[in-house]
């Protein structure tokens, strides 16, 4: 008998978290699915080599449906499981959520899993998690859903999730819209109301607690974005303190694209179920104006909140995120550290995270009856509470917030807010469109690729097509300088998003050739030099390195690279970040030094190989 789920809505206003940078989790076993109908219908400089002279730089769907957002699924979609594989028997039942719900799936199915769940008929079956931005999951169904139609995919892959969850209801109505495209008739995604909810986070913004009495008192604070620069200009009792604001970038993530809405709805003064495309065009402007006080975008917005913390209110003294990651944040705090405070706008986004069971081929029978008995197990009390514990708001009715929900962690249980509904997807559509080609914070970002001689055998092919793919990726408001190193350092290439910037780019790619030493921390310094000589004041200015070695030939030591870094970092008018990735195994390279360039500046240290390369970099383009 099917079992039913009745929403009920929530006396209080309710809500994620997880760090997309990390998830290396073992894969699980393919699952066994039953046969399935086919588918109807400035310090000096290290000498240079030689390269042709180039022009310096110039100064100065919904939930998503874009090229480089199919780069971020790949990326994303490593993330698996960490439920202990002693615990799987029988069939899979694959449950592909958005990232904020990770945690919650990955600690509720280790206790569902250890229940040793079947069905009625006596078939064992255990769950699985896999994580992603909101974004990224509805690329990958929609990519698998035209697989399917054209025939290269089966149903019975186990390629399909049985459950899915969306961090929010835009990517979620997104994701409807783009499979009506596909399947018209077939209401393969049930409706908003049809899916049960599991967990919810409204949206707030994360300040310090010096800034935050000032922004209390706006009656709109997206509105009061366009136009003040400083928090004193918002309140007089605020610190003459630049307005630096951060927010996921929201062609991936759920909470950027709800940040983004928000704003439309804040500057136009209409309800988002009221917005036209020709409102997006009429009030874009305004919105580019918000974002030119943006200090980074990224995929994960706990990330964000964490970075926050970390690099302090000259990194970042705005960002819009979940409630719960104000939570986690205050939870984390080391000695000396600031404390932050969420400030609920008087209408916010809930993010709604639904469990979505597809009336689709490749949900078989017994995949269904066993996704009603998890859905039920997660709406249970144990679950629940994982919930809470984590920051999120329980699903249903009658469970208790828990002592997390409090001011001293920085939130308030009763908040009360107005809580908005999703656009119409060919608003949202229009929004992303505008978003990239025009409000969004241009980046100039100088990539340093180390080409020494360890970087022989699949190393550097590795290099090359991800770089092939970030070149190809490159929007209009985006432009890099390739810079590679060995013994010498040779001078930058610069590519944009032209035809003409992206063969430059392909040029340098196929003149990569491995020979000679390692001067990181050499390159490095010019990387930033270069960067200040022809910083955009309007643009996010970032180094990133990749690197396979340990410096062996700089003329300087790591000690005096971190004190020329410093003075271009945050508290600086420079702002250049510097990201870093140890490429290869483990003792070829020295993380610790390399994490070191990257705090200094802002950003974060990452480590890669051959297999993730492609993943780190399209993670990293984001944040651009």
Request: aromatic share 8%.
């Amino acid at each position: 008998m099917k079992r039913r789920y009745y929403i009920t809505r929530l006396t209080q206003a309710q809500p994620i978290f997880w760090d997309s940078r990390r998830c290396r989790s073992p894969q699980p076993p393919l699952k066994s699915r039953s046969p399935q109908p086919p588918l109807k219908s400035r310090s000096p400089q290290p000498p240079l080599k030689s390269r042709s002279p180039q022009p310096p730089l110039k100064r100065g769907a919904i939930r998503n449906s874009y090229i480089s957002v199919i780069l971020g699924a790949v990326l994303l979609g490593g993330c698996a499981s960490g439920v202990n594989s002693a615990s799987r028997d029988g069939f899979e039942v694959k449950f592909l959520v958005g990232s904020a719900l990770q945690q919650f799936c990955n600690q509720a199915a280790e206790q569902f899993n250890q229940t040793k769940p079947k069905l009625s008929d006596g078939k064992a079956f255990y769950l699985s998690c896999q994580a992603m931005g909101s974004g990224d999951v509805v690329t990958t169904l929609v990519n698998k859903a035209k697989q399917l139609q054209s025939g290269s995919l089966q149903a019975d892959s186990p390629e399909f999730p049985s459950l899915v969850s969306l961090d929010g209801e835009i990517y979620h109505s997104q994701l409807i819209y783009q499979f009506n495209q596909i399947f018209p008739g077939q209401n393969y995604i049930p409706q908003i109301t049809d899916a049960p909810l599991l967990a919810n986070s409204p949206m707030v913004f994360m300040v310090p607690a010096d800034v935050a009495t000032g922004l209390q008192k706006q009656e709109d604070v997206y509105k009061a974005l366009v136009k003040a620069k400083t928090h004193k200009e918002l309140d007089a009792s605020s610190p003459t303190l630049p307005i630096y604001f951060v927010q996921s970038a929201p062609t991936r993530s759920n909470s950027g694209l709800q940040t983004l809405v928000a704003q439309f709805v804040s500057v136009s003064g209409k309800r988002p179920e009221q917005l036209t495309a020709t409102d997006v065009q009429n009030f874009q402007t305004q919105i580019q104006n918000i974002h030119t006080k943006i200090t980074r975008y990224g995929v994960s917005t706990d990330a964000l909140a964490t970075d926050m913390v970390k690099n302090g209110s000259f990194w970042a003294s705005v960002a819009s995120v979940y409630e719960s990651s104000v939570i986690k944040a205050n939870s984390n705090l080391q000695p000396g550290q600031t404390r932050y405070k969420a400030i609920y706008p008087k209408a916010t986004f809930t993010s709604n995270m639904r469990a979505i069971i597809p009336n689709a081929p490749w949900v078989s029978a017994d995949e269904k009856a066993a996704a009603e008995k998890v859905i039920a197990y997660l709406q249970s009390p144990p679950a629940q509470k994982i919930a809470t514990e984590l920051g999120l708001r329980p699903g249903v009715p009658g469970v208790e917030l828990g002592a997390k929900f409090s001011p001293e962690y920085g939130v308030d249980p009763n908040a009360k807010y107005d809580s908005l509904r999703p656009p119409q997807p060919e608003v949202v559509a229009a929004m992303l469109k505008s978003w990239q080609e025009f409000a969004k914070k241009p980046s100039q970002v100088i990539v340093v690729v180390d080409s020494s001689g360890s970087m022989q055998g699949n190393k550097l092919p590795a290099v090359q097509s991800t770089l092939r793919q970030y070149i190809e990726s490159l929007g209009p408001k985006e432009k890099i300088a390739l810079v590679d190193f060995d013994s010498a350092i040779r001078s930058p290439i610069v590519v944009d998003g032209t035809p003409e910037g992206k063969e430059r780019g392909m040029q340098f790619i196929a003149s990569l050739q491995v020979d000679g030493g390692t001067k990181l921390y050499d390159s490095a310094l010019y990387a930033r030099n270069w960067l200040a000589s022809n910083l955009r004041k309007d643009a996010i200015n970032a180094v990133v390195i990749l690197t396979d070695g340990e410096d062996s030939e700089s003329s300087i030591n790591l000690e005096q690279l971190q004190q020329e870094l410093a003075k271009s970092n945050f508290n600086s008018d420079k702002r250049i970040a510097f990201f870093t990735v140890g490429y290869g195994n483990e003792g070829e390279f020295n993380p610790e030094a390399l994490k070191k360039i990257a705090r200094v500046n802002g950003g974060y240290y990452r480590k890669g190989d051959p297999a993730t390369i492609s993943t780190l970099m399209s993670e990293l383009q984001v944040e651009f």
